[in-house]
């Protein structure tokens, strides 16, 4: 019969250490991750939140003159309006009541970057929320509505900020800056796709 030494003992229990330390180990390390899933998973966006945030493709072909149509993209309301003749036609006129006019400012893609803040003058697509404290003003589309001078735009109920129908804020009223334009394009005639546009651009 073989008999058990100290030394035997001793190397059996340093066996048994390692293998309980390894094993305490692992199973610590599998808690931390299990752990840290719900974690991770919370900080990703979820199927909903990607769905709010990719581009919106909206018809247009029923929209008629003076007509504003709103479409939600990435949480925010998208006004889509077409304008008149006689509105397209005003919007020069209003330069010297404006705070940047010349769209200065970048509050808008380049190719918005004009009189229109639009590709086409016809039709003209803001971010509906007022620059000043994040309101959403009302559209008010016919003249002298707001006051004896007023040739249509929108205008703030939360304090009083006035923009034209291209998004221009006026000087002397609380928002520091015109209507943000969203990158954009026209997937047809008749279809519009809003947060992305030819070059790809997603904003």
């Not at 058990?4 to 340093?14: F, G, Q, R, Y």
């Amino acid at each position: 019969m073989l008999s058990v030494t100290a030394k035997d003992k001793e190397e059996v229990d340093l066996a048994k250490r390692c293998f309980l330390r390894r094993a305490t180990e692992a199973a610590g390390g599998i808690g931390i991750a299990a752990a840290a899933i719900p974690f991770v998973e919370y900080w990703l966006p979820s199927v909903d939140t990607e769905a709010q945030g990719a581009p919106v493709h909206v018809n247009i072909s029923t929209l008629q003159p003076t007509q504003q149509l709103t479409v939600s993209w990435r949480g925010q309301p998208i006004w889509i309006i077409r304008r008149t003749e006689e509105m397209i036609h005003n919007l020069p006129k209003l330069n010297d009541k404006l705070r940047d006019p010349h769209s200065v400012e970048d509050q808008q893609p380049p190719y918005a970057k004009n009189v229109y803040r639009a590709i086409k003058p016809e039709f003209f697509v803001a971010i509906g929320i007022c620059t000043h404290l994040g309101c959403i003003p009302t559209y008010r589309p016919d003249v002298g509505s707001i006051s004896p001078d007023w040739l249509g735009g929108f205008y703030c109920p939360c304090h009083g900020s006035r923009y034209d129908l291209a998004g221009r804020v006026y000087k002397n009223v609380p928002a520091p800056l015109n209507l943000k334009i969203p990158r954009y394009m026209y997937t047809s005639t008749t279809e519009i796709t809003i947060g992305q546009d030819q070059k790809g651009e997603e904003v």
